[in-house]
C-alpha cells in the first residue's frame, strides 16, 4: 500500500500539472524581488526630486504670479447704540479699517524665457529666465462709486503688489512706471498672495493661515487719483519647471514664449492659440472676468482669501521622464515575467526532456534582472539606449542559458523569439500611454489564446518523460 502511495506520488510530481502549480509558486515568489526593484525605483525618484528641490531653492523655484492689484486703505465709521440702566441711550462711534482691493480693467502678460538644464550629480531639472513684463489700465471709478456713504478710503496711501512665490527669482526690476511716473519697488506682498503654493490647488474661496515662503514686491502710489492710470512693470526673473499665473484684469491677455520644445499647458485655461516646434514653443490666453471667480474689486477686513483654482500655465515638461517609465515597465513586470516560464515549460513538453525548476527559478530571475538594469541604466545614458542595451543582454542570456537546457538550437531559438517579442510589445506600452491597456489586453489575450492552441491535445495527467 505505502508503495502504491509513493509511486502515485512519484506519477504526480513529474507530471504536468504538477509543473505547472510549482510554476505558479515560482511566479509568486518571484514578486518578492520585483517589489524590491520597485521600492528601488520609487527611492531613486525620490532622490531625484530632492536633487531638484535643491537646485530649484537655490535658483529661484517655481514661477507663480498674481498681479499687480491697487489697495487703498480705508474706514468705515457705524454709530452703534447701547441703553444701560446707568447711563440710559449711548450712542458710539465704531471705526473700522478695511483695504480696497481693485483689480487692473486691462492686464497684458508678455513672458519671454530662455531655458537650460541643471545638474547635480546625475540628476538635472529645466530651469528658464528672462523678462516678465506687466502692462495695462487701472480705473478704480467703479469700485470708489460703489462705497458706502460711511466708507471713507484714503488715496494717497494707495499701493501697487504683485505677488510672487519665490522672492529669490526677482533679478532686477527693470524700468517700470505708473503713469508715466516711475515706481520703486520694496519686497513683500503685504499679505496679498492671492494663490496658495503648488500647480494645482483647491478651489476653496476662503483660507486662514500664513503664505510661508510666498513674497513679491509693491510700491507707492503717492499720487493715485480717481482716475484710469495706465502701469507698465518689467521684471527680470527666473525659476524652474512651470510658470502659473492668475487672471486679475478684467480683460487678461498671456503670451509666454521660450526655447523648450516640450511645454505641457496647464491649469484652469488652456491656450486659445500656441505654436510648438522641436526647440522652441509660444501660446497666448484671452481670460474675460466672466469666466472666473474673481471679482474685479472688493473690499478685505483682515480675510485672506485665494484664487488658486483660477491659475494657468505651462509645465516645462521633460519628454522622457525616466523615472515614470521605469515605474510603468515594473507594473507591467508581472505579466511578462510569465511569458519565459510558459516558454521554458512548452519547449520542456515539446522537446520531451525535463528541466529542473532551479533553471525555471533562474529564467525568471533574469528577467526581473532586466528592469534592474533597465533603471541603472536610464539614469546615465537616454532611456530608450538604456532599454535596448537591457532588452539584447537579456534575450541573449535567456537564449543562451536554453540552449544549455535543451538538445539543439531547434527549439532554444524560441526562447529568444519570444522574450524579444515580450520586450517590443512592452516598449510599445511604454510609449502609447492612453492605449497601454488596450496594448496589453490584446498581447495577453493572444498569449493565452497561443498556450491553448498548443497544448490543446496534452494529457496533463500523463507522467513526463525523459
Request: hydrophobic letters at 45%; proline letters at 4%; charged letters at 20%.
Amino acid at each position: 500500500m505505502d508503495k502504491d502511495k509513493k509511486d502515485g506520488l512519484r506519477k504526480f510530481t513529474r507530471g504536468y500539472t504538477f509543473k505547472a502549480l510549482l510554476l505558479m509558486v515560482l511566479v509568486l515568489l518571484l514578486l518578492i524581488p520585483l517589489s524590491m526593484i520597485r521600492f528601488l525605483v520609487d527611492e531613486r525618484g525620490r532622490t531625484a526630486a530632492g536633487a531638484e528641490a535643491n537646485i530649484m531653492e537655490a535658483w529661484g523655484k517655481e514661477l507663480i504670479e498674481a498681479g499687480p492689484i491697487v489697495i487703498i486703505p480705508g474706514i468705515r465709521t457705524e454709530e452703534v447704540r447701547t441703553t444701560t440702566e446707568k447711563e440710559g441711550e449711548k450712542i458710539e462711534q465704531v471705526r473700522t479699517p478695511f483695504t480696497l482691493v481693485i483689480n487692473p480693467q486691462r492686464l497684458d502678460i508678455d513672458a519671454a524665457f530662455k531655458t537650460e538644464t541643471r545638474k547635480r550629480g546625475i540628476f538635472s531639472v529645466p530651469l528658464f529666465s528672462g523678462t516678465l513684463t506687466l502692462k495695462g489700465i487701472f480705473d478704480p471709478a467703479m469700485a470708489i462709486t460703489e462705497l458706502l456713504p460711511n466708507e471713507q478710503i484714503f488715496l494717497n496711501q494707495a499701493e501697487l503688489i504683485i505677488s510672487l512665490f519665490s522672492q529669490k527669482g526677482i533679478c532686477k526690476i527693470n524700468a517700470s512706471t505708473w503713469n508715466d511716473e516711475e515706481l520703486f519697488f520694496k519686497p513683500g506682498n503685504r499679505g496679498y498672495s492671492l494663490f496658495q503654493y503648488g500647480p494645482s490647488v483647491s478651489s476653496a474661496f476662503w483660507y486662514s493661515g500664513a503664505d510661508e515662503g510666498i513674497g513679491g514686491i509693491y510700491a507707492s502710489l503717492s499720487g493715485f487719483e480717481n482716475n484710469a492710470a495706465a502701469f507698465n512693470v518689467s521684471i527680470d526673473i527666473q525659476g524652474g519647471r512651470y510658470l502659473r499665473f492668475l487672471p486679475l484684469g478684467q480683460d487678461t491677455h498671456v503670451a509666454v514664449s521660450a526655447d523648450w520644445g516640450a511645454p505641457s499647458f496647464q491649469g484652469a485655461y488652456l491656450p486659445g492659440s500656441s505654436f510648438v516646434g522641436d526647440t522652441d514653443f509660444s501660446a497666448s490666453w484671452d481670460v474675460n472676468y466672466l469666466s472666473r471667480d474673481i471679482p474685479l474689486f472688493w473690499k478685505n477686513y483682515d480675510e485672506k482669501r485665494h484664487y488658486s483654482a483660477s491659475l494657468f500655465g505651462v509645465d516645462f515638461f521633460r519628454a522622457v521622464d525616466a523615472y515614470a517609465l521605469n515605474t510603468r515597465a515594473v507594473k507591467y513586470a508581472v505579466l511578462f515575467l510569465i511569458v519565459p516560464f510558459l516558454t521554458l515549460f512548452l519547449l520542456e513538453i515539446f522537446s520531451k526532456r525535463r528541466i529542473h525548476p532551479v533553471p525555471y527559478l533562474l529564467s525568471g530571475i533574469g528577467n526581473a534582472v532586466f528592469y534592474l538594469l533597465l533603471l541603472s541604466l536610464s539614469e546615465q545614458i537616454p532611456f530608450y539606449t538604456a532599454y535596448l542595451i537591457a532588452a539584447l543582454a537579456v534575450t541573449a542570456m535567456m537564449t543562451l542559458y536554453s540552449r544549455s537546457l535543451l538538445p539543439s538550437w531547434n527549439k532554444s531559438w524560441y526562447m529568444g523569439l519570444t522574450v524579444s517579442v515580450s520586450y517590443v510589445l512592452l516598449y510599445a506600452v511604454l510609449n502609447a500611454e492612453s492605449y497601454a491597456l488596450l496594448i496589453g489586453s490584446i498581447g495577453t489575450f493572444v498569449v493565452v489564446a497561443l498556450i491553448m492552441f498548443l497544448t490543446r491535445k496534452l494529457d496533463w495527467f500523463r507522467e513526463d518523460e525523459g
